[in-house]
């Protein structure tokens, strides 16, 4: 085994090597960086001597990482979040602090977890400024890049590699909206009601199936879908005078039915499932911070409190 001698290690070779196994690209990296590319292309041939490996190799379609660089990849977020606040102020005083809580959630989903977090960051932390992100984007991708601090999703990462931690803060399942008009609203919601109606579908990103359409798929079943939006908040409208119903996580379908002419059915016990958990995420960068251990308790708070009593609803 080659002996490393730490006195020769130079910190700023790891930040250089975090940014480069991230974006696996020598000119983003730069730009991250704030750095000449030629400056970080000598960074790499010197991390290449260091950890005697390539790290970056050529492939299909670009620079990709070889098996050292991915195995080190998780560790140095570790090791340079732990040292940025081994050596950062350790405390945080939200009366006094300055600086941006940017938060990804959707509208409704801002509205039903988040209803009263403008208030609380105003009154305990004035000199904060709150940006809620809810452009139907990559939330995780934002948060990998450090443009968010949390956010709030059902989904999972298509990579997370590690580098995200989450926290449950509800269990939701899928319900019907309809009109209140719509015959299917008379009666408990059967199967083969279900299958005979025709639905929309509120497809946040714009591509792909629902996730019934799948439950469906692996039943060998399927349905007709006439309506496919992107924004829960247009659901009332495409209900309206229509026998259109919309499957939708219960909280929702709860929220939009309060201030509407809607109708709730629950769906029958074959098509529902186990229902599916509301994540609060954020990135290992952020996990020992203390201003975001404090904002990652506060949305906790705010959350399970909403939950708890169904103020959103």
């Excluded at 790290?55 to 070889?66: D, F, I, M, N, P």
């Excluded at 008379?186 to 299958?195: D, E």
Aim: some cysteine; charged content about 25%; glycine content about 6%.
């Amino acid at each position: 085994m080659r002996e490393t001698n730490l006195r020769l290690l130079d910190l700023n070779l790891l930040v250089v090597m975090q940014a480069l196994l991230a974006e696996q690209h020598v000119t983003r990296a730069a730009q991250r960086l704030d750095m000449s590319q030629p400056a970080v292309s000598r960074a790499l041939k010197r991390l290449r001597e260091l950890f005697d490996d390539p790290l970056l190799v050529r492939g299909s379609e670009g620079l990709v990482l070889t098996d050292r660089a991915a195995a080190l990849r998780d560790p140095l977020e570790r090791l340079l979040a732990e040292i940025d606040h081994m050596v950062s102020a350790t405390g945080f005083d939200p009366a006094t602090a300055t600086g941006s809580i940017r938060i990804g959630c959707l509208d409704l989903e801002a509205r039903i977890y988040l209803p009263r977090l403008v208030e609380r960051v105003r009154r305990l932390a004035p000199g904060m400024d709150v940006e809620v992100y809810s452009h139907p984007d990559d939330f995780f991708t934002r948060l990998a890049e450090g443009r968010l601090h949390l956010a709030i999703s059902g989904l999972e990462p298509a990579r997370s590699d590690g580098q995200f931690h989450r926290r449950v803060i509800d269990h939701t399942w899928p319900e019907c909206v309809m009109s209140s008009a719509n015959p299917l609203a008379a009666a408990p919601l059967t199967v083969s009601g279900f299958l005979g109606a025709r639905h929309g579908i509120v497809s946040i990103t714009g591509e792909g199936p629902a996730l019934m359409d799948e439950r469906l798929r692996l039943m060998g079943r399927s349905r007709r879908v006439v309506v496919r939006l992107s924004s829960f908040f247009n659901v009332p409208d495409a209900c309206a005078g229509t026998d259109i119903l919309f499957s939708l996580p219960h909280r929702i379908a709860e929220r939009l039915a309060r201030d509407n002419d809607l109708c709730v059915r629950s769906l029958p016990p074959t098509l529902r499932g186990d229902g599916f958990p509301m994540y609060l995420y954020w990135h290992a960068r952020h996990h020992a911070d203390a201003m975001h251990r404090w904002l990652r308790q506060l949305v906790i708070s705010q959350a399970t409190e909403t939950v708890a009593d169904g103020t959103s609803i």
